[in-house]
């Protein structure tokens, strides 16, 4: 038994992404993704390495994070819990911005390990990793700044501006709800930082030379990644033309 009902939302949520061709797309990039991220989970290392070995280890428990919040988000989504949604999908941005990272400058990744959780949430705090990916990027770290931005003031910490998702037409409603804008938007965003993340990490394996037990696993890997790649050119026209949450307007 659940605590509140939300079979009659999730029902409509679901007639309407199932209706709506780009958000089925969604659901098709987002499938791939999730393909990937459980072929890396499965991946044997084969080396001598044990730092080598560890560092999989701690890469593969990326990928089941972000696996797991993928399809949390989702779910909260289509209930109709938009600003629960909102913190799953700061949670897979962060993901995405380490693995970004550790793909572009694997220098950084053994560090991270070593340095644990209080040393660590200085230097490679959400934060600082995302300063550290703005010097690499110049000017075009303006998205990244933006997306995180709202997501940290709308959904991750108590704000005032939090009413964004719990009033539809600026009138708060008292519990969930379905609402259609909301349900394509945070798809778009969910699934344009869940592909970016699967890539950052299928560059980090490519690059590593990692030796595994099973080639094959990766080369399938690969083939789905050089798919999305191809296919994200199309998606990210499409991504352009519709907008995300952070382009909502504030209520007034």
Wanted: hydrophobic share 45%; net charge negative.
């Amino acid at each position: 038994m659940a605590i509140l009902d939300t079979a009659d939302i999730r029902e409509q949520m679901l007639a309407w992404r199932h209706a709506d061709q780009w958000q089925m797309q969604c659901m098709s990039f987002l499938s791939d993704t999730i393909d990937v991220l459980k072929a890396v989970a499965q991946l044997q290392y084969n080396g001598q390495d044990d730092a080598e070995r560890h560092q999989l280890v701690i890469m593969q428990t990326l990928a089941i994070r972000l696996l797991n919040t993928i399809g949390a988000a989702d779910e909260m989504m289509v209930q109709g819990y938009y600003q629960q949604t909102a913190i799953l999908v700061r949670d897979i941005m962060e993901c995405s911005f380490l693995l970004d990272l550790f793909s572009r400058k694997p220098e950084h990744l053994q560090p991270w390990i070593d340095l644990g959780t209080d040393a660590g949430k200085k230097v490679y705090s959400p934060v600082a990793v995302r300063l550290l990916l703005e010097e690499l990027d110049g000017p075009e770290a303006a998205v990244r700044q933006r997306l995180y931005s709202f997501y940290s003031s709308h959904g991750t910490h108590p704000n005032a501006k939090g009413i964004l998702f719990i009033a539809p037409n600026n009138a708060v409603e008292i519990g969930p709800f379905a609402d259609q804008h909301r349900l394509t938007a945070l798809t778009g965003d969910m699934t344009r930082l869940s592909v970016m993340a699967a890539t950052h990490l299928g560059r980090w394996l490519i690059l590593s030379g990692i030796d595994l037990v099973d080639d094959d696993i990766f080369d399938s890997i690969n083939g789905v990644l050089e798919n999305i790649n191809a296919r994200f050119l199309e998606l990210g026209a499409l991504l352009k033309q519709m907008p995300g949450m952070a382009d909502e307007p504030e209520p007034q």
